[in-house]
Nanobody, 115 residues
Framework: QVQLAESGGGLVQAGGSLRLSCAAS????????MGWYRQAPGKRRELVAS???????NYSDSVKGRFTILRDNPKNTVYLQMNSLKPEDTAVYYC?????????WGQGTLVTVSS
């Protein structure tokens, strides 16, 4: 069974940076898409960014120009570099992937941006 392990969340001041990591473990033949979602208190979970196996990326409008998603295919790891953080970026960030054509979610990591 494939699992996703996230790390890198924490508390940061507005304007600061954080880097999230998500590593997939288990027997993996292929991962097509890896992505990051977030859920703020009282809000629906939303897509932040995704990256396909060939490197094609997709970003939500709210993070374009500030966040960068990167992927290390041999390590089955995806990163989210978050710069110029804003208080409205505060949320639990979840990693999602489709290893072996099955959807898997990470447990989430909390990012708190203070004003």
């Amino acid at each position: 069974q494939v699992q996703l392990a996230e790390s890198g969340g924490g508390l940061v001041q507005a304007g600061g940076s954080l880097r999230l990591s998500c590593a997939a473990s288990g027997v993996i033949f292929r991962i097509n898409i890896m992505g990051w979602y977030r859920q703020a208190p009282g809000k629906r979970r939303e897509l932040v960014a995704s990256i396909s196996n060939d490197g094609t990326t997709n970003y939500s409008d709210s993070v374009k120009g500030r966040f960068t998603i990167l992927r290390d295919n041999p390590k089955n790891t995806v990163y989210l570099q978050m710069n110029s953080l804003k208080p409205e970026d505060t949320a639990v960030y979840y990693c999602k992937a489709d290893p072996n054509w099955r959807e898997v979610w990470g447990q989430g990591t909390l990012v708190t941006v203070s004003s």
